[in-house]
């Protein structure tokens, strides 16, 4: 039984998303997720650094491993209302844009939590999308600047930064 | 180099001075006070070994592994100062008792396990930090250890490298990725000699001896050595079945996490009751009372406590009383609804048993091991799988060099090794304790009754 897992799946069920990681995009969407759902407020204490693909977590990839294969039973658990309405708030973020593959929606949220891991953690000023594009090709992601405008203009609507 | 320090596994081992800096501060002593095994000397007595040695055995084993990629990725001085610290600093964070206090947020208190009651699981709570995140505020914000490292940037850097954090050197970040489980190598050895059990003694000298670094900075074994690291693996997987997992050391652990989360829901006996709190301590002048003793004394404290339940769990530690098995019911490969049932019937039938023994149910602990597989990630992936993970996950996995490839592979995807067959099963336990506090009727009448709940 641990808290951290129970936790994790009623969140990923309050959004709507699957815990399938039975390939490479659908692991990325779930670690971007889980990262902005924290940051957001829905605290799963899982530890996030930059690595790759930008935040990354362990922990996270090794309970979500778990838990696909069926060993947390979630089943007499509901997540408080403050978490709800945080996930509520976070869905437009999360959900699958129209037509949108799963490999595009892996890139377009790493681009999110990645923007946002450089904003919070390493001083990145989202003000200047210019300079926030330039860092990101720093750490070797590359994105134009529409995108970045674009994906900072989504994290305010969602008051994430 | 400066002084040298003589090791009961690794032998002398050199320290910088700045090594030598670090080690003597306040804060890196603390480790003195930390048991690696946490409360396993209740059934090894002779596990009392430290955070302390096996951080300077890491700092002895990187040394070595430095030596060796130095050539092969042209590092500079600096480069391997660095990761060399990094190694020593890995668990500076660790909290008293190590991981048995970092997790009791994560604790589900038995009342909330069983019954048919919604419960609500408040994720909006705060909760503890892990000790990597605290490592890196002790070394970023402690005054002596900023002193040892000269300065907040260079302290930084350091945590950067054993948070793993990729800014913080792309040249070296292949190799912390793929090397920091030279953590392992120190603890496997270490524990088994210090339980006295014979499950974890590696090929230690070969399996450093036959390492070699690729040109892109990934760690891995040569050919020739992969029956060691295989053994390596094996001896993994037996102590977590021998030591680690224990049932006696596993239940009494289990009490105590129990223990410390209820004092910290109630906000009793000292138990830090948020991350702030613990930030506090860690970054002030207390972090050296942040020992093995800040639990001793709440586990003391709380064997007055007024809650029936704090109270029994207190003594049940103290008095070294440790919970009794009352049931395991193992699941190895696949699985085969046992451990469900059981895991239903507890939920289930907890109370109403606790009722007729006329104890608190949360005198009964009902937890589970951690899946554990020979590969770290092998038994969650079948092999098809195992060959889709991208590179945050396959660094973490063990690697050999076959033949004349440039970059290693891992051993998984090796057709000719154990793990490449063993690599997706998983061991995994379910067990129900009972603090019965030297009642051995209690104990007698649960087994009684729980006796086919997995039938």
């Known amino acids: 039984m641990d808290e951290r897992r129970i936790g994790l799946a009623l969140a990923l069920r309050e959004l709507g998303i699957s815990g399938d990681v039975s390939d490479f995009a659908s692991r990325l969407i779930l670690q971007k997720t889980v990262y902005l759902i924290e940051e957001a407020g829905i605290k799963l204490s899982y530890p996030f650094n930059w690595y790759l693909r930008g935040p990354y977590s362990p922990a996270l990839t090794r309970d979500l491993f778990d838990l696909a294969s069926n060993r947390e039973d979630i089943d007499g658990w509901v997540l408080d209302e403050h978490s709800r309405s945080v996930a509520q708030r976070l869905r437009p973020l999360i959900s699958d844009e129209p037509d949108e593959e799963p490999a595009a929606k892996a890139r377009r949220l790493e681009l999110l939590a990645s923007l946002h891991y450089l904003s919070r953690r390493r001083g990145v000023d989202l003000r200047d999308a210019e300079q926030a594009t330039a860092q990101l090709a720093l750490n070797g992601k590359h994105f134009n600047n529409a995108e970045v405008v674009a994906a900072i203009q989504r994290l305010r609507d969602v008051d994430l930064v | ?455």
């Not at chain 2, 095994?37 to 070595?64: D, N």
């Open chain 2, 1 to 455: 180099m400066g002084k040298l320090i003589v090791d009961s596994i690794h032998g002398d081992i050199r320290l910088t001075d700045e090594e030598r800096g670090v080690i003597d501060t306040a804060s890196f002593q603390r480790l003195r006070s930390l048991k690696q095994l946490g409360m396993g000397q209740v059934t090894y007595p002779g596990a009392t070994h430290t955070r302390f040695a096996h951080s300077i055995g890491v700092l002895g084993i990187m040394a070595r592994v430095t030596d060796i990629a130095r050539e092969a990725l042209g590092l500079k001085d600096d480069q391997v100062k660095n990761i060399r610290l990094a190694g020593l600093l890995h668990d500076i964070g660790h909290y008293p008792y190590s991981h048995l206090m970092e997790v009791i947020d994560n604790v589900i208190l038995t009342e909330d396990f069983v019954g048919s009651d919604p419960k609500t699981l408040d994720a909006s709570k705060d909760k503890y930090q892990d000790h990597e995140e605290i490592g890196e505020l002790i070394v970023t914000q402690q005054g002596d250890i900023l002193a040892a490292l000269g300065g907040e940037q260079r302290a930084k850097q350091i945590a950067d490298l054993f948070r793993r954090n990729e800014t913080a050197d792309p040249q070296l970040s292949k190799l912390i990725h793929s090397s920091l489980d030279m953590d392992r190598l120190d603890y496997l050895i270490r524990d088994t000699k210090a339980a006295g059990v014979p499950y974890g003694q590696i090929d230690l000298n070969y399996l450093i001896n036959s390492l070699r670094v690729s040109k892109s900075g990934v760690i891995g074994v040569e050919r020739k050595a992969i029956t060691a690291l295989e053994h390596f693996a094996l001896a993994r997987f037996f102590m977590h079945k021998a030591v680690y997992f224990h049932k006696t050391t596993f239940g009494i652990e289990e009490a105590c996490r129990q223990l410390l989360r209820r004092c910290k829901n109630a906000a009793s006996h000292g138990v830090p009751i948020s991350s702030r709190e613990v930030r506090e301590i860690v970054t002030g002048e207390a972090l050296g009372t942040f020992t093995d003793a800040f639990v001793d004394r709440i586990i003391q404290n709380a064997t007055a406590d007024r809650d029936e339940c704090i109270r029994s769990l207190a003594q049940s530690i103290q008095n070294r009383r440790t919970p009794k098995l009352v049931k395991q019911v193992v699941e190895l490969g696949a699985e085969d609804g046992k451990g469900r049932l059981f895991k239903s019937e507890c939920k289930h039938q907890l109370s109403e048993l606790a009722a007729r023994l006329g104890i608190h149910v949360g005198r009964f602990l009902y937890a589970t091991t951690k899946p554990l597989a020979v590969e770290k990630r092998g038994g969650r992936l079948d092999v098809r799988a195992a060959r889709d993970l991208e590179s945050e996950e396959r660094d973490e996995l063990m690697k050999v060099f076959i033949g004349e490839n440039d970059e290693p592979i891992s051993l998984v995807d090796v057709p000719e090794t154990l793990l490449h067959h063993l690599g997706s099963q998983r061991w995994f336990a379910h067990r129900l304790y009972i603090v019965d506090n030297g009642n051995p009727e209690l104990v007698v009448r649960a087994r009684e009754a729980v006796a086919k709940w997995d039938t």
